[in-house]
């Protein structure tokens, strides 16, 4: 287990950024689980990781369908990118059963999987995961990212 890093990141474009220097170090089968409060930054980190590894389409909340897959393109540096899965746990409460039917363990051989709201839920699909807890300060676009790989 790596040692645990923090970064402040003053506006939504850092958290992006953030998001694609996080994404030059994943790879196909990586799970990644954020957690924190609502407008916290976990979509935008997510926009960010998407950037980064080089996916298809445009990267938005998956509240209301759970999980998004995004397909493979290109990443930034011209290699080919890899798949992301995007998922909003917030909907599924703990709910095991339909978190099994979103058949997670399957993508993770060929994606990375992000979990948004998925401290204490999804942790057993993968040996180790990255877990990324963000924080807002109140009324201000100021977050910090606090994130260690688990294993």
Do not use: C, N
């Amino acid at each position: 287990m790596a040692d645990q890093r923090q970064r402040v990141l003053a506006t939504v474009d850092d958290t992006e950024a953030f998001g694609r220097e996080l994404a030059a170090t994943l790879r196909a089968g990586d799970l990644v689980v954020l957690d924190g409060p609502l407008g916290a930054g976990k979509t935008a980190l997510t926009r960010g990781i998407a950037a980064g590894l080089g996916v298809v389409g445009r990267v938005s909340s998956p509240t209301f369908i759970i999980a998004r897959a995004h397909k493979a393109g290109q990443r930034p540096d011209g290699t080919p990118g890899i798949a992301l899965v995007h998922v909003d746990a917030y909907r599924l409460g703990g709910d095991l059963d339909e978190l099994d039917a979103l058949d997670l363990d399957t993508d993770l051989h060929h994606a990375v999987v992000v979990v948004e709201w998925g401290k204490g839920v999804v942790e057993h699909l993968a040996e180790r995961h990255l877990r990324v807890q963000l924080t807002r300060e109140p009324e201000s676009d100021v977050r910090t990212a606090i994130w260690e790989w688990i294993e």
